[in-house]
């Protein structure tokens, strides 16, 4: 069975501009989950979907939004950039609640 | 809210010594705990879980960890450490029914020969 696969892989952007992350969960896995990754702040949630329908919802700004469509892929759209938005962001799957989540290698995102 | 503490920022270990990385949660009802490991330029892999039952759960990888309610740990173990272990360890929280994990700032683990 495919892992978590997230594309692209690398991206370098600048200030002000706008990104979209995408990620294809395992398959049958309905939920999908979105990190940020950064030195300073550590692992910090984002938001969770499942079956197209936010879930959860992490202390980020609206400018970081998400969503899922019915095959379970789900894309994460980051508008008007800041150097602070530099981070890895994972994605994890899951089949759905109180089950373990399955991380995927990420998006290394660049804003200069 | 719930919080997750591992303590040490970094941790040396011989080839071969044992291996005890610390975590600490807080939370106010029976969480959902996990240990992820990342290496370098890697997405996380689940290395064990603890919902419920037994309190020593068994991982990959030759680790184990033990969930003690009184004391608020769920500490990681190896018996033996080898220099593929090298990596960044993370512990987890949960509630349950949600799939919002909260992480500990992690534990880099170095491998001395």
């Known amino acids: 069975k495919a892992g978590v696969t997230q594309t692209p892989r690398y991206l370098i952007k600048t200030r002000g501009q706008q990104v979209t992350l995408s990620c294809s969960p395992i398959?049958?896995?309905?939920?999908v989950s979105w990190y940020q990754q950064t030195p300073g702040q550590g692992l910090q949630f984002l938001f969770e979907?499942?079956?197209?329908?936010?879930?959860n919802k992490g202390n980020f700004p609206g400018r970081f939004s998400g969503r899922q469509f019915s095959n379970s892929r789900s894309e994460m759209n980051v508008s008007t950039l800041e150097l602070g938005d530099s981070a890895l962001y994972l994605c994890?799957?899951?089949?759905?609640?109180?089950?373990?989540?399955?991380f995927g290698p990420g998006t290394r995102l660049t804003v200069l | 809210a719930q919080s997750v503490t591992q303590p040490d920022i970094h941790i040396t270990v011989s080839e071969g010594a044992s291996l005890e990385l610390r975590c600490n949660y807080s939370?106010?009802?029976?969480?959902?705990l996990f240990w992820y490991v990342q290496s370098p330029g890697q997405g996380l892999q689940l290395l064990l879980k603890?919902?419920?039952?037994?309190?020593l759960v068994q991982g990959i990888k030759g680790f184990e960890a033990e969930f003690k309610r009184s004391q608020s740990s769920f500490n990681l173990r190896k018996p033996s450490v080898h220099w593929s272990d090298a990596a960044e360890y993370f512990c987890?929280?949960?509630?349950?029914?949600?799939?919002?994990?909260?992480f500990g700032t992690g534990t880099r683990l170095l491998v001395s020969p």
């Open positions: 939370y106010g009802a029976t969480p959902y």
């Open positions: 603890y919902f419920s039952g037994d309190t």
């Open positions: 994890a799957s899951s089949q759905g609640m109180d089950n373990e989540q399955f």
């Open positions: 979907y499942f079956s197209e329908t936010q879930r």
């Open positions: 987890a929280v949960t509630n349950t029914g949600f799939q919002k994990l909260v």
């Open positions: 398959s049958g896995h309905r939920s």
